[in-house]
T-cell receptor
Framework: QQPVQSPQAVILREGEDAVINCSSS?????VHWYRQKHGEAPVFLMILLKGGEQKGHEKISASFNEKKQQSSLYLTASQLSYSGTYFC??????????FGTGTQLKVEL | DSGVTQTPKHLITATGQRVTLRCSPRSGDLSVYWYQQSLDQGLQFLIQYYNGEERAKGNILERFSAQQFPDLHSELNLSSLELGDSALYFC???????????FGDGTRLSIL
């Protein structure tokens, strides 16, 4: 089943913070976060694994609550370049990565 | 540049036709994934290969098939094309399962 992301869209002023949430109805093994700008390929941001391991960019932070099957992506001191659609993807232990419907983020001056 | 190469960049064809999309993964990556992204839609997982073997299957239509060759490049074959198959098709690669996936620039398929 497709994970649910919230909010669907958010508009920030440069320098503001945002949190994007991802929730699944089934047990998760890993959560992946990607950002996609219009007309471009998704770009890897972070992966969080069951057990606490994380891999990702230094300026990106995220959390993974295994019991609640939820993950949150934290964007701090937003920049214009943060604009795009953020997708979370989840796996339940197999190889299939199921993406959420995305959160559109727009950062304005 | 992700290191994943997809060809062609654009493909325009008619209903009922057959096309082949090609993907070369990043050097060293053994896993290849195919995704479909329709207009303003999310990424729909189609299929995954690891070192030549099919490892996972998503909502891939029977008219679609894929394979990964010994040199690790992969091809996605779409046949009996319908208008609804118009979409952006992405290939991604990773070292292995549960590892970061790196996406190619995609092939935009337009069915007329």
């Amino acid at each position: 089943q497709q994970p649910v992301q919230s909010p669907q869209a958010v508009i920030l002023r440069e320098g503001e913070d945002a949190v994007i949430n991802c929730s699944s109805s089934k047990a998760l093994y890993s959560v992946h976060w990607y950002r996609q700008k219009h007309g471009e390929a998704p770009v890897f941001l972070m992966i969080l694994l069951k057990g606490g391991e994380q891999k990702g960019h230094e300026k990106i932070s995220a959390s993974f609550n295994e019991k609640k099957q939820q993950s949150s992506l934290y964007l701090t001191a937003s920049q214009l370049s943060y604009s795009g659609t953020y997708f979370c993807g989840t796996t339940g232990g197999g190889n299939k990565l199921t993406f959420g419907t995305g959160t559109q983020l727009k950062v304005e001056l | 540049d992700s290191g994943v190469t997809q060809t062609p960049k654009h493909l325009i064809t008619a209903t009922g036709q057959r096309v082949t999309l090609r993907c070369s993964p990043r050097s060293g990556d053994l896993s290849v994934y195919w995704y479909q992204q329709s207009l303003d839609q999310g990424l729909q997982f189609l299929i995954q290969y690891y070192n030549g073997e099919e490892r996972a299957k998503g909502n891939i239509l029977e008219r679609f098939s894929a394979q990964q060759f010994p040199d690790l490049h992969s091809e996605l074959n779409l046949s009996s094309l319908e208008l609804g198959d118009s979409a952006l098709y992405f290939c991604a690669s990773s070292v292995g399962p549960a590892q970061p996936q790196h996406f190619g620039d995609g092939t935009r398929l337009s069915i007329l």
